[in-house]
């Protein structure tokens, strides 16, 4: 917040007239900094004083706009050559930290995309910008670039790839944020079990199998490299995500 500088006229007026009533006043030497000997003329012996007063109140001139970015930025206009030397773990220190819940969503929507590559799916798009239902989502190309043997497995592997990858990431399952992927995986579910029991049985197992297969170093190492791609550009295309997943699994 910016103060208003207080007006000198009265303070002026009354040490002018204690400096001519008093020649010996402290109060003189106070204000005008150093030992002063007042004309004998009244008249001038009060400019004299009023003018040292208000330049000792007066605010100090404005900055110029070079001094002002010599003042906050000393190095800039050093030669190249003389400018202080800037280490690497500076940028990173600097660098800020990805929120936990959009580095929890990358890793959640990286383990739909690697799961949905190991089984064949194509993958059109991931993406970690959230809309009004959902944080990420990860989008699948039409057809599959190869067929897997149990295509209603294969469906539910990826539906619960996402919770898997979360889960490996923080130690522990987040139902809430899965809970549509959970829905429709418990439908797949449901279409091969004679019951809800046995329904909860096949969730369990296909969820099991995910943590198997995420559980491979290169699997996870895939998961890490689109997750980090999500966090620096939060969108990347399908290509983007099979480039990094061919990087450690390979190309079929």
């Known amino acids: ?37 007042l004309p004998a003329d009244r008249s001038r012996a009060a400019t004299v004083v009023m003018g040292r007063v208000v330049s000792r109140c007066a605010p100090p001139p404005p900055l110029s706009r070079r001094r002002m970015i010599d003042h906050r930025c ?19 220190d600097a660098a800020p930290e990805p929120d936990d819940q959009l580095r929890r969503t990358a890793y959640h929507e990286a383990g739909h995309a690697v799961i949905a590559l190991l089984m064949g799916r194509g993958v059109q798009r991931v993406s970690v ?32 790839a996402g919770l898997a990858a979360e889960g490996r990431l923080t130690g522990e399952y987040a139902w ?38 995420l559980a491979d170093d290169d699997h996870w190492r895939a998961v890490e490299a689109i997750a980090d791609e999500l966090l620096v ?20």
Not at 133 to 160: Q, Y
Not at 238 to 252: K, N, W
Request: net charge positive.
């Open 1 to 37: 917040m910016r103060y208003r500088t207080p007006s000198p006229r009265f303070g002026s007026h009354r040490l002018a007239r204690t400096a001519l009533d008093r020649a010996d006043s402290p109060s003189l030497d106070h204000w005008t900094g150093s030992p002063t000997r």
């Open 74 to 92: 000393p190095d800039l206009f050093l030669p190249k050559d003389a400018r202080p030397k800037t280490r690497p773990d500076d940028v990173d």
């Open 129 to 160: 910008e959230p809309d009004a239902t959902r944080l990420g989502k990860c989008e699948f190309a039409k057809g599959n670039f190869r067929r897997p043997k149990d295509p209603i497995e294969a469906d539910g592997l990826v539906l619960l």
């Open 176 to 213: 809430d944020g899965a809970a549509s992927d959970l829905r429709s995986a418990r439908r797949l579910t449901r279409q091969r079990a004679g019951s809800e029991r046995q329904a909860e049985r096949l969730e369990r197992r296909w969820l099991d199998k995910v943590e198997h297969l």
């Open 233 to 252: 550009h939060r969108t990347i295309s399908g290509r983007a995500a099979r480039h990094h997943f061919e990087r450690f699994v390979g190309a079929d």
